[in-house]
């Protein structure tokens, strides 16, 4: 079981269960991202007793009354979300389930899954700081209360994991690996990325340039997907490949690349598209997606890391050249962090990439009239790109999840001919995609995008033209 708070309602939380003297609850109400076993919760809203709602409150122990407990799993079931209940404890007591919490804990939750078939309940305790905090959830089906494995809260300017002290990943031993990568960034920052888990979609040029540097950094866990296979053509490029590999499944061969490199990191691969819903769902539970893609595939992974709160780092490379004559060489990284209203589809980056969303049939069409250019054109890709693209990528990556910028760029513009790189920002408005009210942290609830294969067509919309 994982968390994830957009800083904004983490931030409410904070003040909501600022200490006045006595313990205070709320519950949170959150949507869900899930794939085979493993959940992850989004909150969007708290719901917070009066005084009036409390049987008992004092410094040590409070207790709210049966009829408010009744409104928040009816308001549960209305709105099909999961609850979370929280309360922090006074200064100078750590954030530890105190025997009052062991023993009424699973009680209320236990009788809270009575009324709701399949409901996710979990319970977190913070220190005042909100500094530390200990997690459980209701294992229903074996009567358990089990682990929380992490809470993370997506800030602007940086990514806060938070271990809860039973957790296999609290006091995670370092490794001695690491020394001279801490001794750069300090030993709780590189410990950070360890309890990551790193997606990667597309193992070309820019993919297999920057798998070996993630694997190097020894994230908790790594997802691969590629549905392509080595070719001779591809040999100019991707690194670590040679003839004898040709045919081999690019995700497989780069998930035993990283096993070489870091034994103890598990990996995920798929020899699938990013498109098959079982990869999609497979990513919901990454903390960080790296998109290192040419295609429409960009928009679903904007959309995916939107609706799963998944800070996702796009990198392109492109080269422009005529019979030889190199006009253009260079690239781009977009940073998009959930909450920070700005994306690939509300800054219309990849717009031209929509036409693939659309029916073979209206892609003719489209072609035909020229809207598509490019079709079937070898394009010109060469490994130096996509290794400056990737140590780009991972730069500002480096930087957001340590913190060491004020507000990460949207966008970092790389062009080789000119010996430029530049930064700008988007934000937007009314984006359906990363905005409050669109698909943000929905979970579950927002279908994965995927291209057509009939007629009917599909557009991105922006909020307002969603409630027209």
Same mark, same amino acid.
């Given at each position: 079981?994982?968390?994830?708070?957009?800083?904004?309602?983490?931030?409410?939380?904070?003040?909501?269960?600022?200490?006045?003297?006595?313990?205070?609850?709320?519950?949170?109400?959150?949507?869900?991202?899930?794939?085979? @076993?493993?959940?992850? $919760?989004?909150?969007? +809203? &708290?719901?917070?007793?009066? /005084? =009036? %709602?409390?049987?008992?409150?004092?410094?040590?122990?409070?207790?709210?009354?049966?009829?408010?407990?009744?409104?928040?799993?009816?308001?549960?079931?209305?709105?099909?979300?999961?609850?979370?209940?929280?309360?922090?404890?006074?200064?100078?007591?750590?954030?530890?389930?105190?025997?009052?919490?062991?023993?009424?804990?699973?009680?209320?939750?236990?009788?809270?899954?009575?009324?709701?078939?399949?409901?996710?309940?979990?319970?977190?305790?913070?220190?005042?700081?909100?500094?530390?905090?200990?997690?459980?959830?209701?294992?229903?089906? @074996?009567?358990?209360? $089990?682990?929380?494995? +992490? &809470?993370?809260?997506?800030? /602007? =300017? %940086?990514?806060?994991?938070?271990?809860?002290?039973?957790?296999?990943?609290?006091?995670?031993?370092?490794?001695?690996?690491?020394?001279?990568?801490?001794?750069?960034?300090?030993?709780?920052?590189?410990?950070?990325?360890?309890?990551?888990?790193?997606?990667?979609?597309?193992?070309?040029?820019?993919?297999?340039?920057?798998?070996?540097?993630?694997?190097?950094?020894?994230?908790?866990?790594?997802?691969?997907?590629?549905?392509?296979?080595?070719?001779?053509?591809?040999?100019?490029?991707?690194?670590?490949?040679?003839?004898?590999?040709?045919?081999?499944?690019?995700?497989?061969?780069?998930?035993?690349?990283?096993?070489?490199? =870091?034994?103890?990191?598990?990996?995920?691969?798929?020899?699938?598209?990013?498109?098959?819903?079982?990869?999609?769902?497979?990513?919901?539970?990454?903390?960080?997606?790296?998109?290192?893609?040419?295609?429409?595939?960009?928009?679903?992974?904007?959309?995916?890391?939107?609706?799963?709160?998944?800070?996702?780092?796009?990198?392109?490379?492109?080269?422009?050249?005529?019979?030889?004559?190199?006009?253009?060489?260079?690239?781009?990284?977009?940073?998009?962090?959930?909450?920070?209203?700005?994306?690939?589809?509300?800054?219309?980056?990849?717009?031209?990439?929509?036409?693939?969303?659309?029916?073979?049939?209206?892609?003719?069409?489209?072609?035909?009239?020229?809207?598509?250019?490019?079709?079937?054109?070898?394009?010109?890709?060469?490994?130096?790109?996509?290794?400056?693209?990737?140590?780009?990528?991972?730069?500002?990556?480096?930087?957001?999840?340590?913190?060491?910028?004020?507000?990460?760029?949207?966008?970092?513009?790389?062009?080789?001919?000119?010996?430029?790189?530049?930064?700008?920002?988007?934000?937007?408005?009314?984006?359906?995609?990363?905005?409050?009210?669109?698909?943000?942290?929905?979970?579950?609830?927002?279908?994965?995008?995927?291209?057509?294969?009939?007629?009917?067509?599909?557009?991105?919309?922006?909020?307002?033209?969603?409630?027209?």
């Amino acid at each position: 079981m994982k968390i994830n708070f957009l800083a904004v309602l983490f931030n409410l939380l904070k003040e909501i269960l600022f200490w006045d003297g006595k313990e205070k609850q709320v519950f949170l109400f959150c949507h869900r991202s899930s794939y085979k @076993n493993e959940t992850t $919760l989004h909150p969007y +809203k &708290i719901l917070e007793a009066d /005084e =009036s %709602d409390y049987t008992h409150r004092s410094s040590g122990y409070c207790q709210i009354d049966k009829p408010f407990i009744d409104r928040v799993y009816n308001e549960a079931i209305a709105e099909q979300a999961d609850i979370i209940k929280v309360h922090s404890h006074p200064p100078g007591y750590p954030a530890i389930f105190s025997p009052i919490d062991e023993e009424k804990d699973p009680e209320l939750l236990r009788h809270i899954s009575a009324q709701i078939e399949g409901i996710q309940l979990v319970s977190i305790v913070f220190d005042p700081t909100f500094k530390s905090v200990d997690g459980w959830y209701y294992d229903r089906e @074996n009567d358990a209360m $089990l682990p929380v494995e +992490k &809470i993370s809260v997506i800030k /602007e =300017s %940086d990514l806060d994991i938070l271990l809860p002290e039973r957790s296999s990943l609290y006091q995670k031993p370092f490794d001695p690996v690491l020394g001279r990568t801490a001794a750069a960034f300090g030993t709780d920052r590189v410990m950070k990325i360890g309890c990551l888990t790193i997606g990667i979609v597309g193992l070309g040029g820019i993919g297999s340039a920057l798998y070996e540097t993630i694997a190097r950094d020894k994230p908790q866990r790594i997802i691969l997907c590629d549905p392509d296979v080595i070719e001779k053509s591809n040999l100019n490029r991707i690194y670590g490949a040679t003839k004898k590999d040709i045919g081999r499944y690019k995700a497989e061969f780069y998930a035993g690349q990283i096993k070489k490199i =870091s034994p103890d990191t598990p990996v995920i691969f798929f020899n699938k598209s990013l498109y098959d819903p079982e990869v999609q769902q497979a990513f919901t539970q990454a903390e960080i997606i790296f998109g290192c893609v040419d295609s429409g595939a960009r928009l679903s992974i904007n959309q995916l890391s939107m609706a799963h709160n998944i800070p996702y780092f796009d990198l392109g490379a492109s080269i422009v050249s005529d019979k030889g004559s190199p006009e253009y060489i260079g690239g781009q990284i977009y940073t998009c962090i959930p909450g920070n209203n700005a994306c690939l589809s509300c800054a219309g980056c990849f717009n031209h990439l929509l036409s693939e969303y659309r029916s073979p049939l209206e892609r003719k069409a489209d072609a035909e009239q020229g809207y598509i250019k490019g079709e079937d054109v070898i394009n010109p890709l060469v490994a130096y790109l996509d290794q400056i693209i990737a140590g780009l990528g991972y730069s500002e990556f480096i930087k957001y999840v340590f913190g060491l910028t004020e507000k990460p760029a949207f966008k970092v513009y790389y062009d080789a001919l000119k010996n430029k790189l530049v930064s700008s920002n988007c934000e937007t408005e009314s984006c359906i995609v990363c905005h409050k009210d669109g698909f943000l942290g929905k979970g579950n609830k927002v279908p994965f995008l995927t291209p057509k294969e009939d007629k009917e067509d599909r557009n991105l919309l922006t909020v307002l033209e969603s409630t027209e």
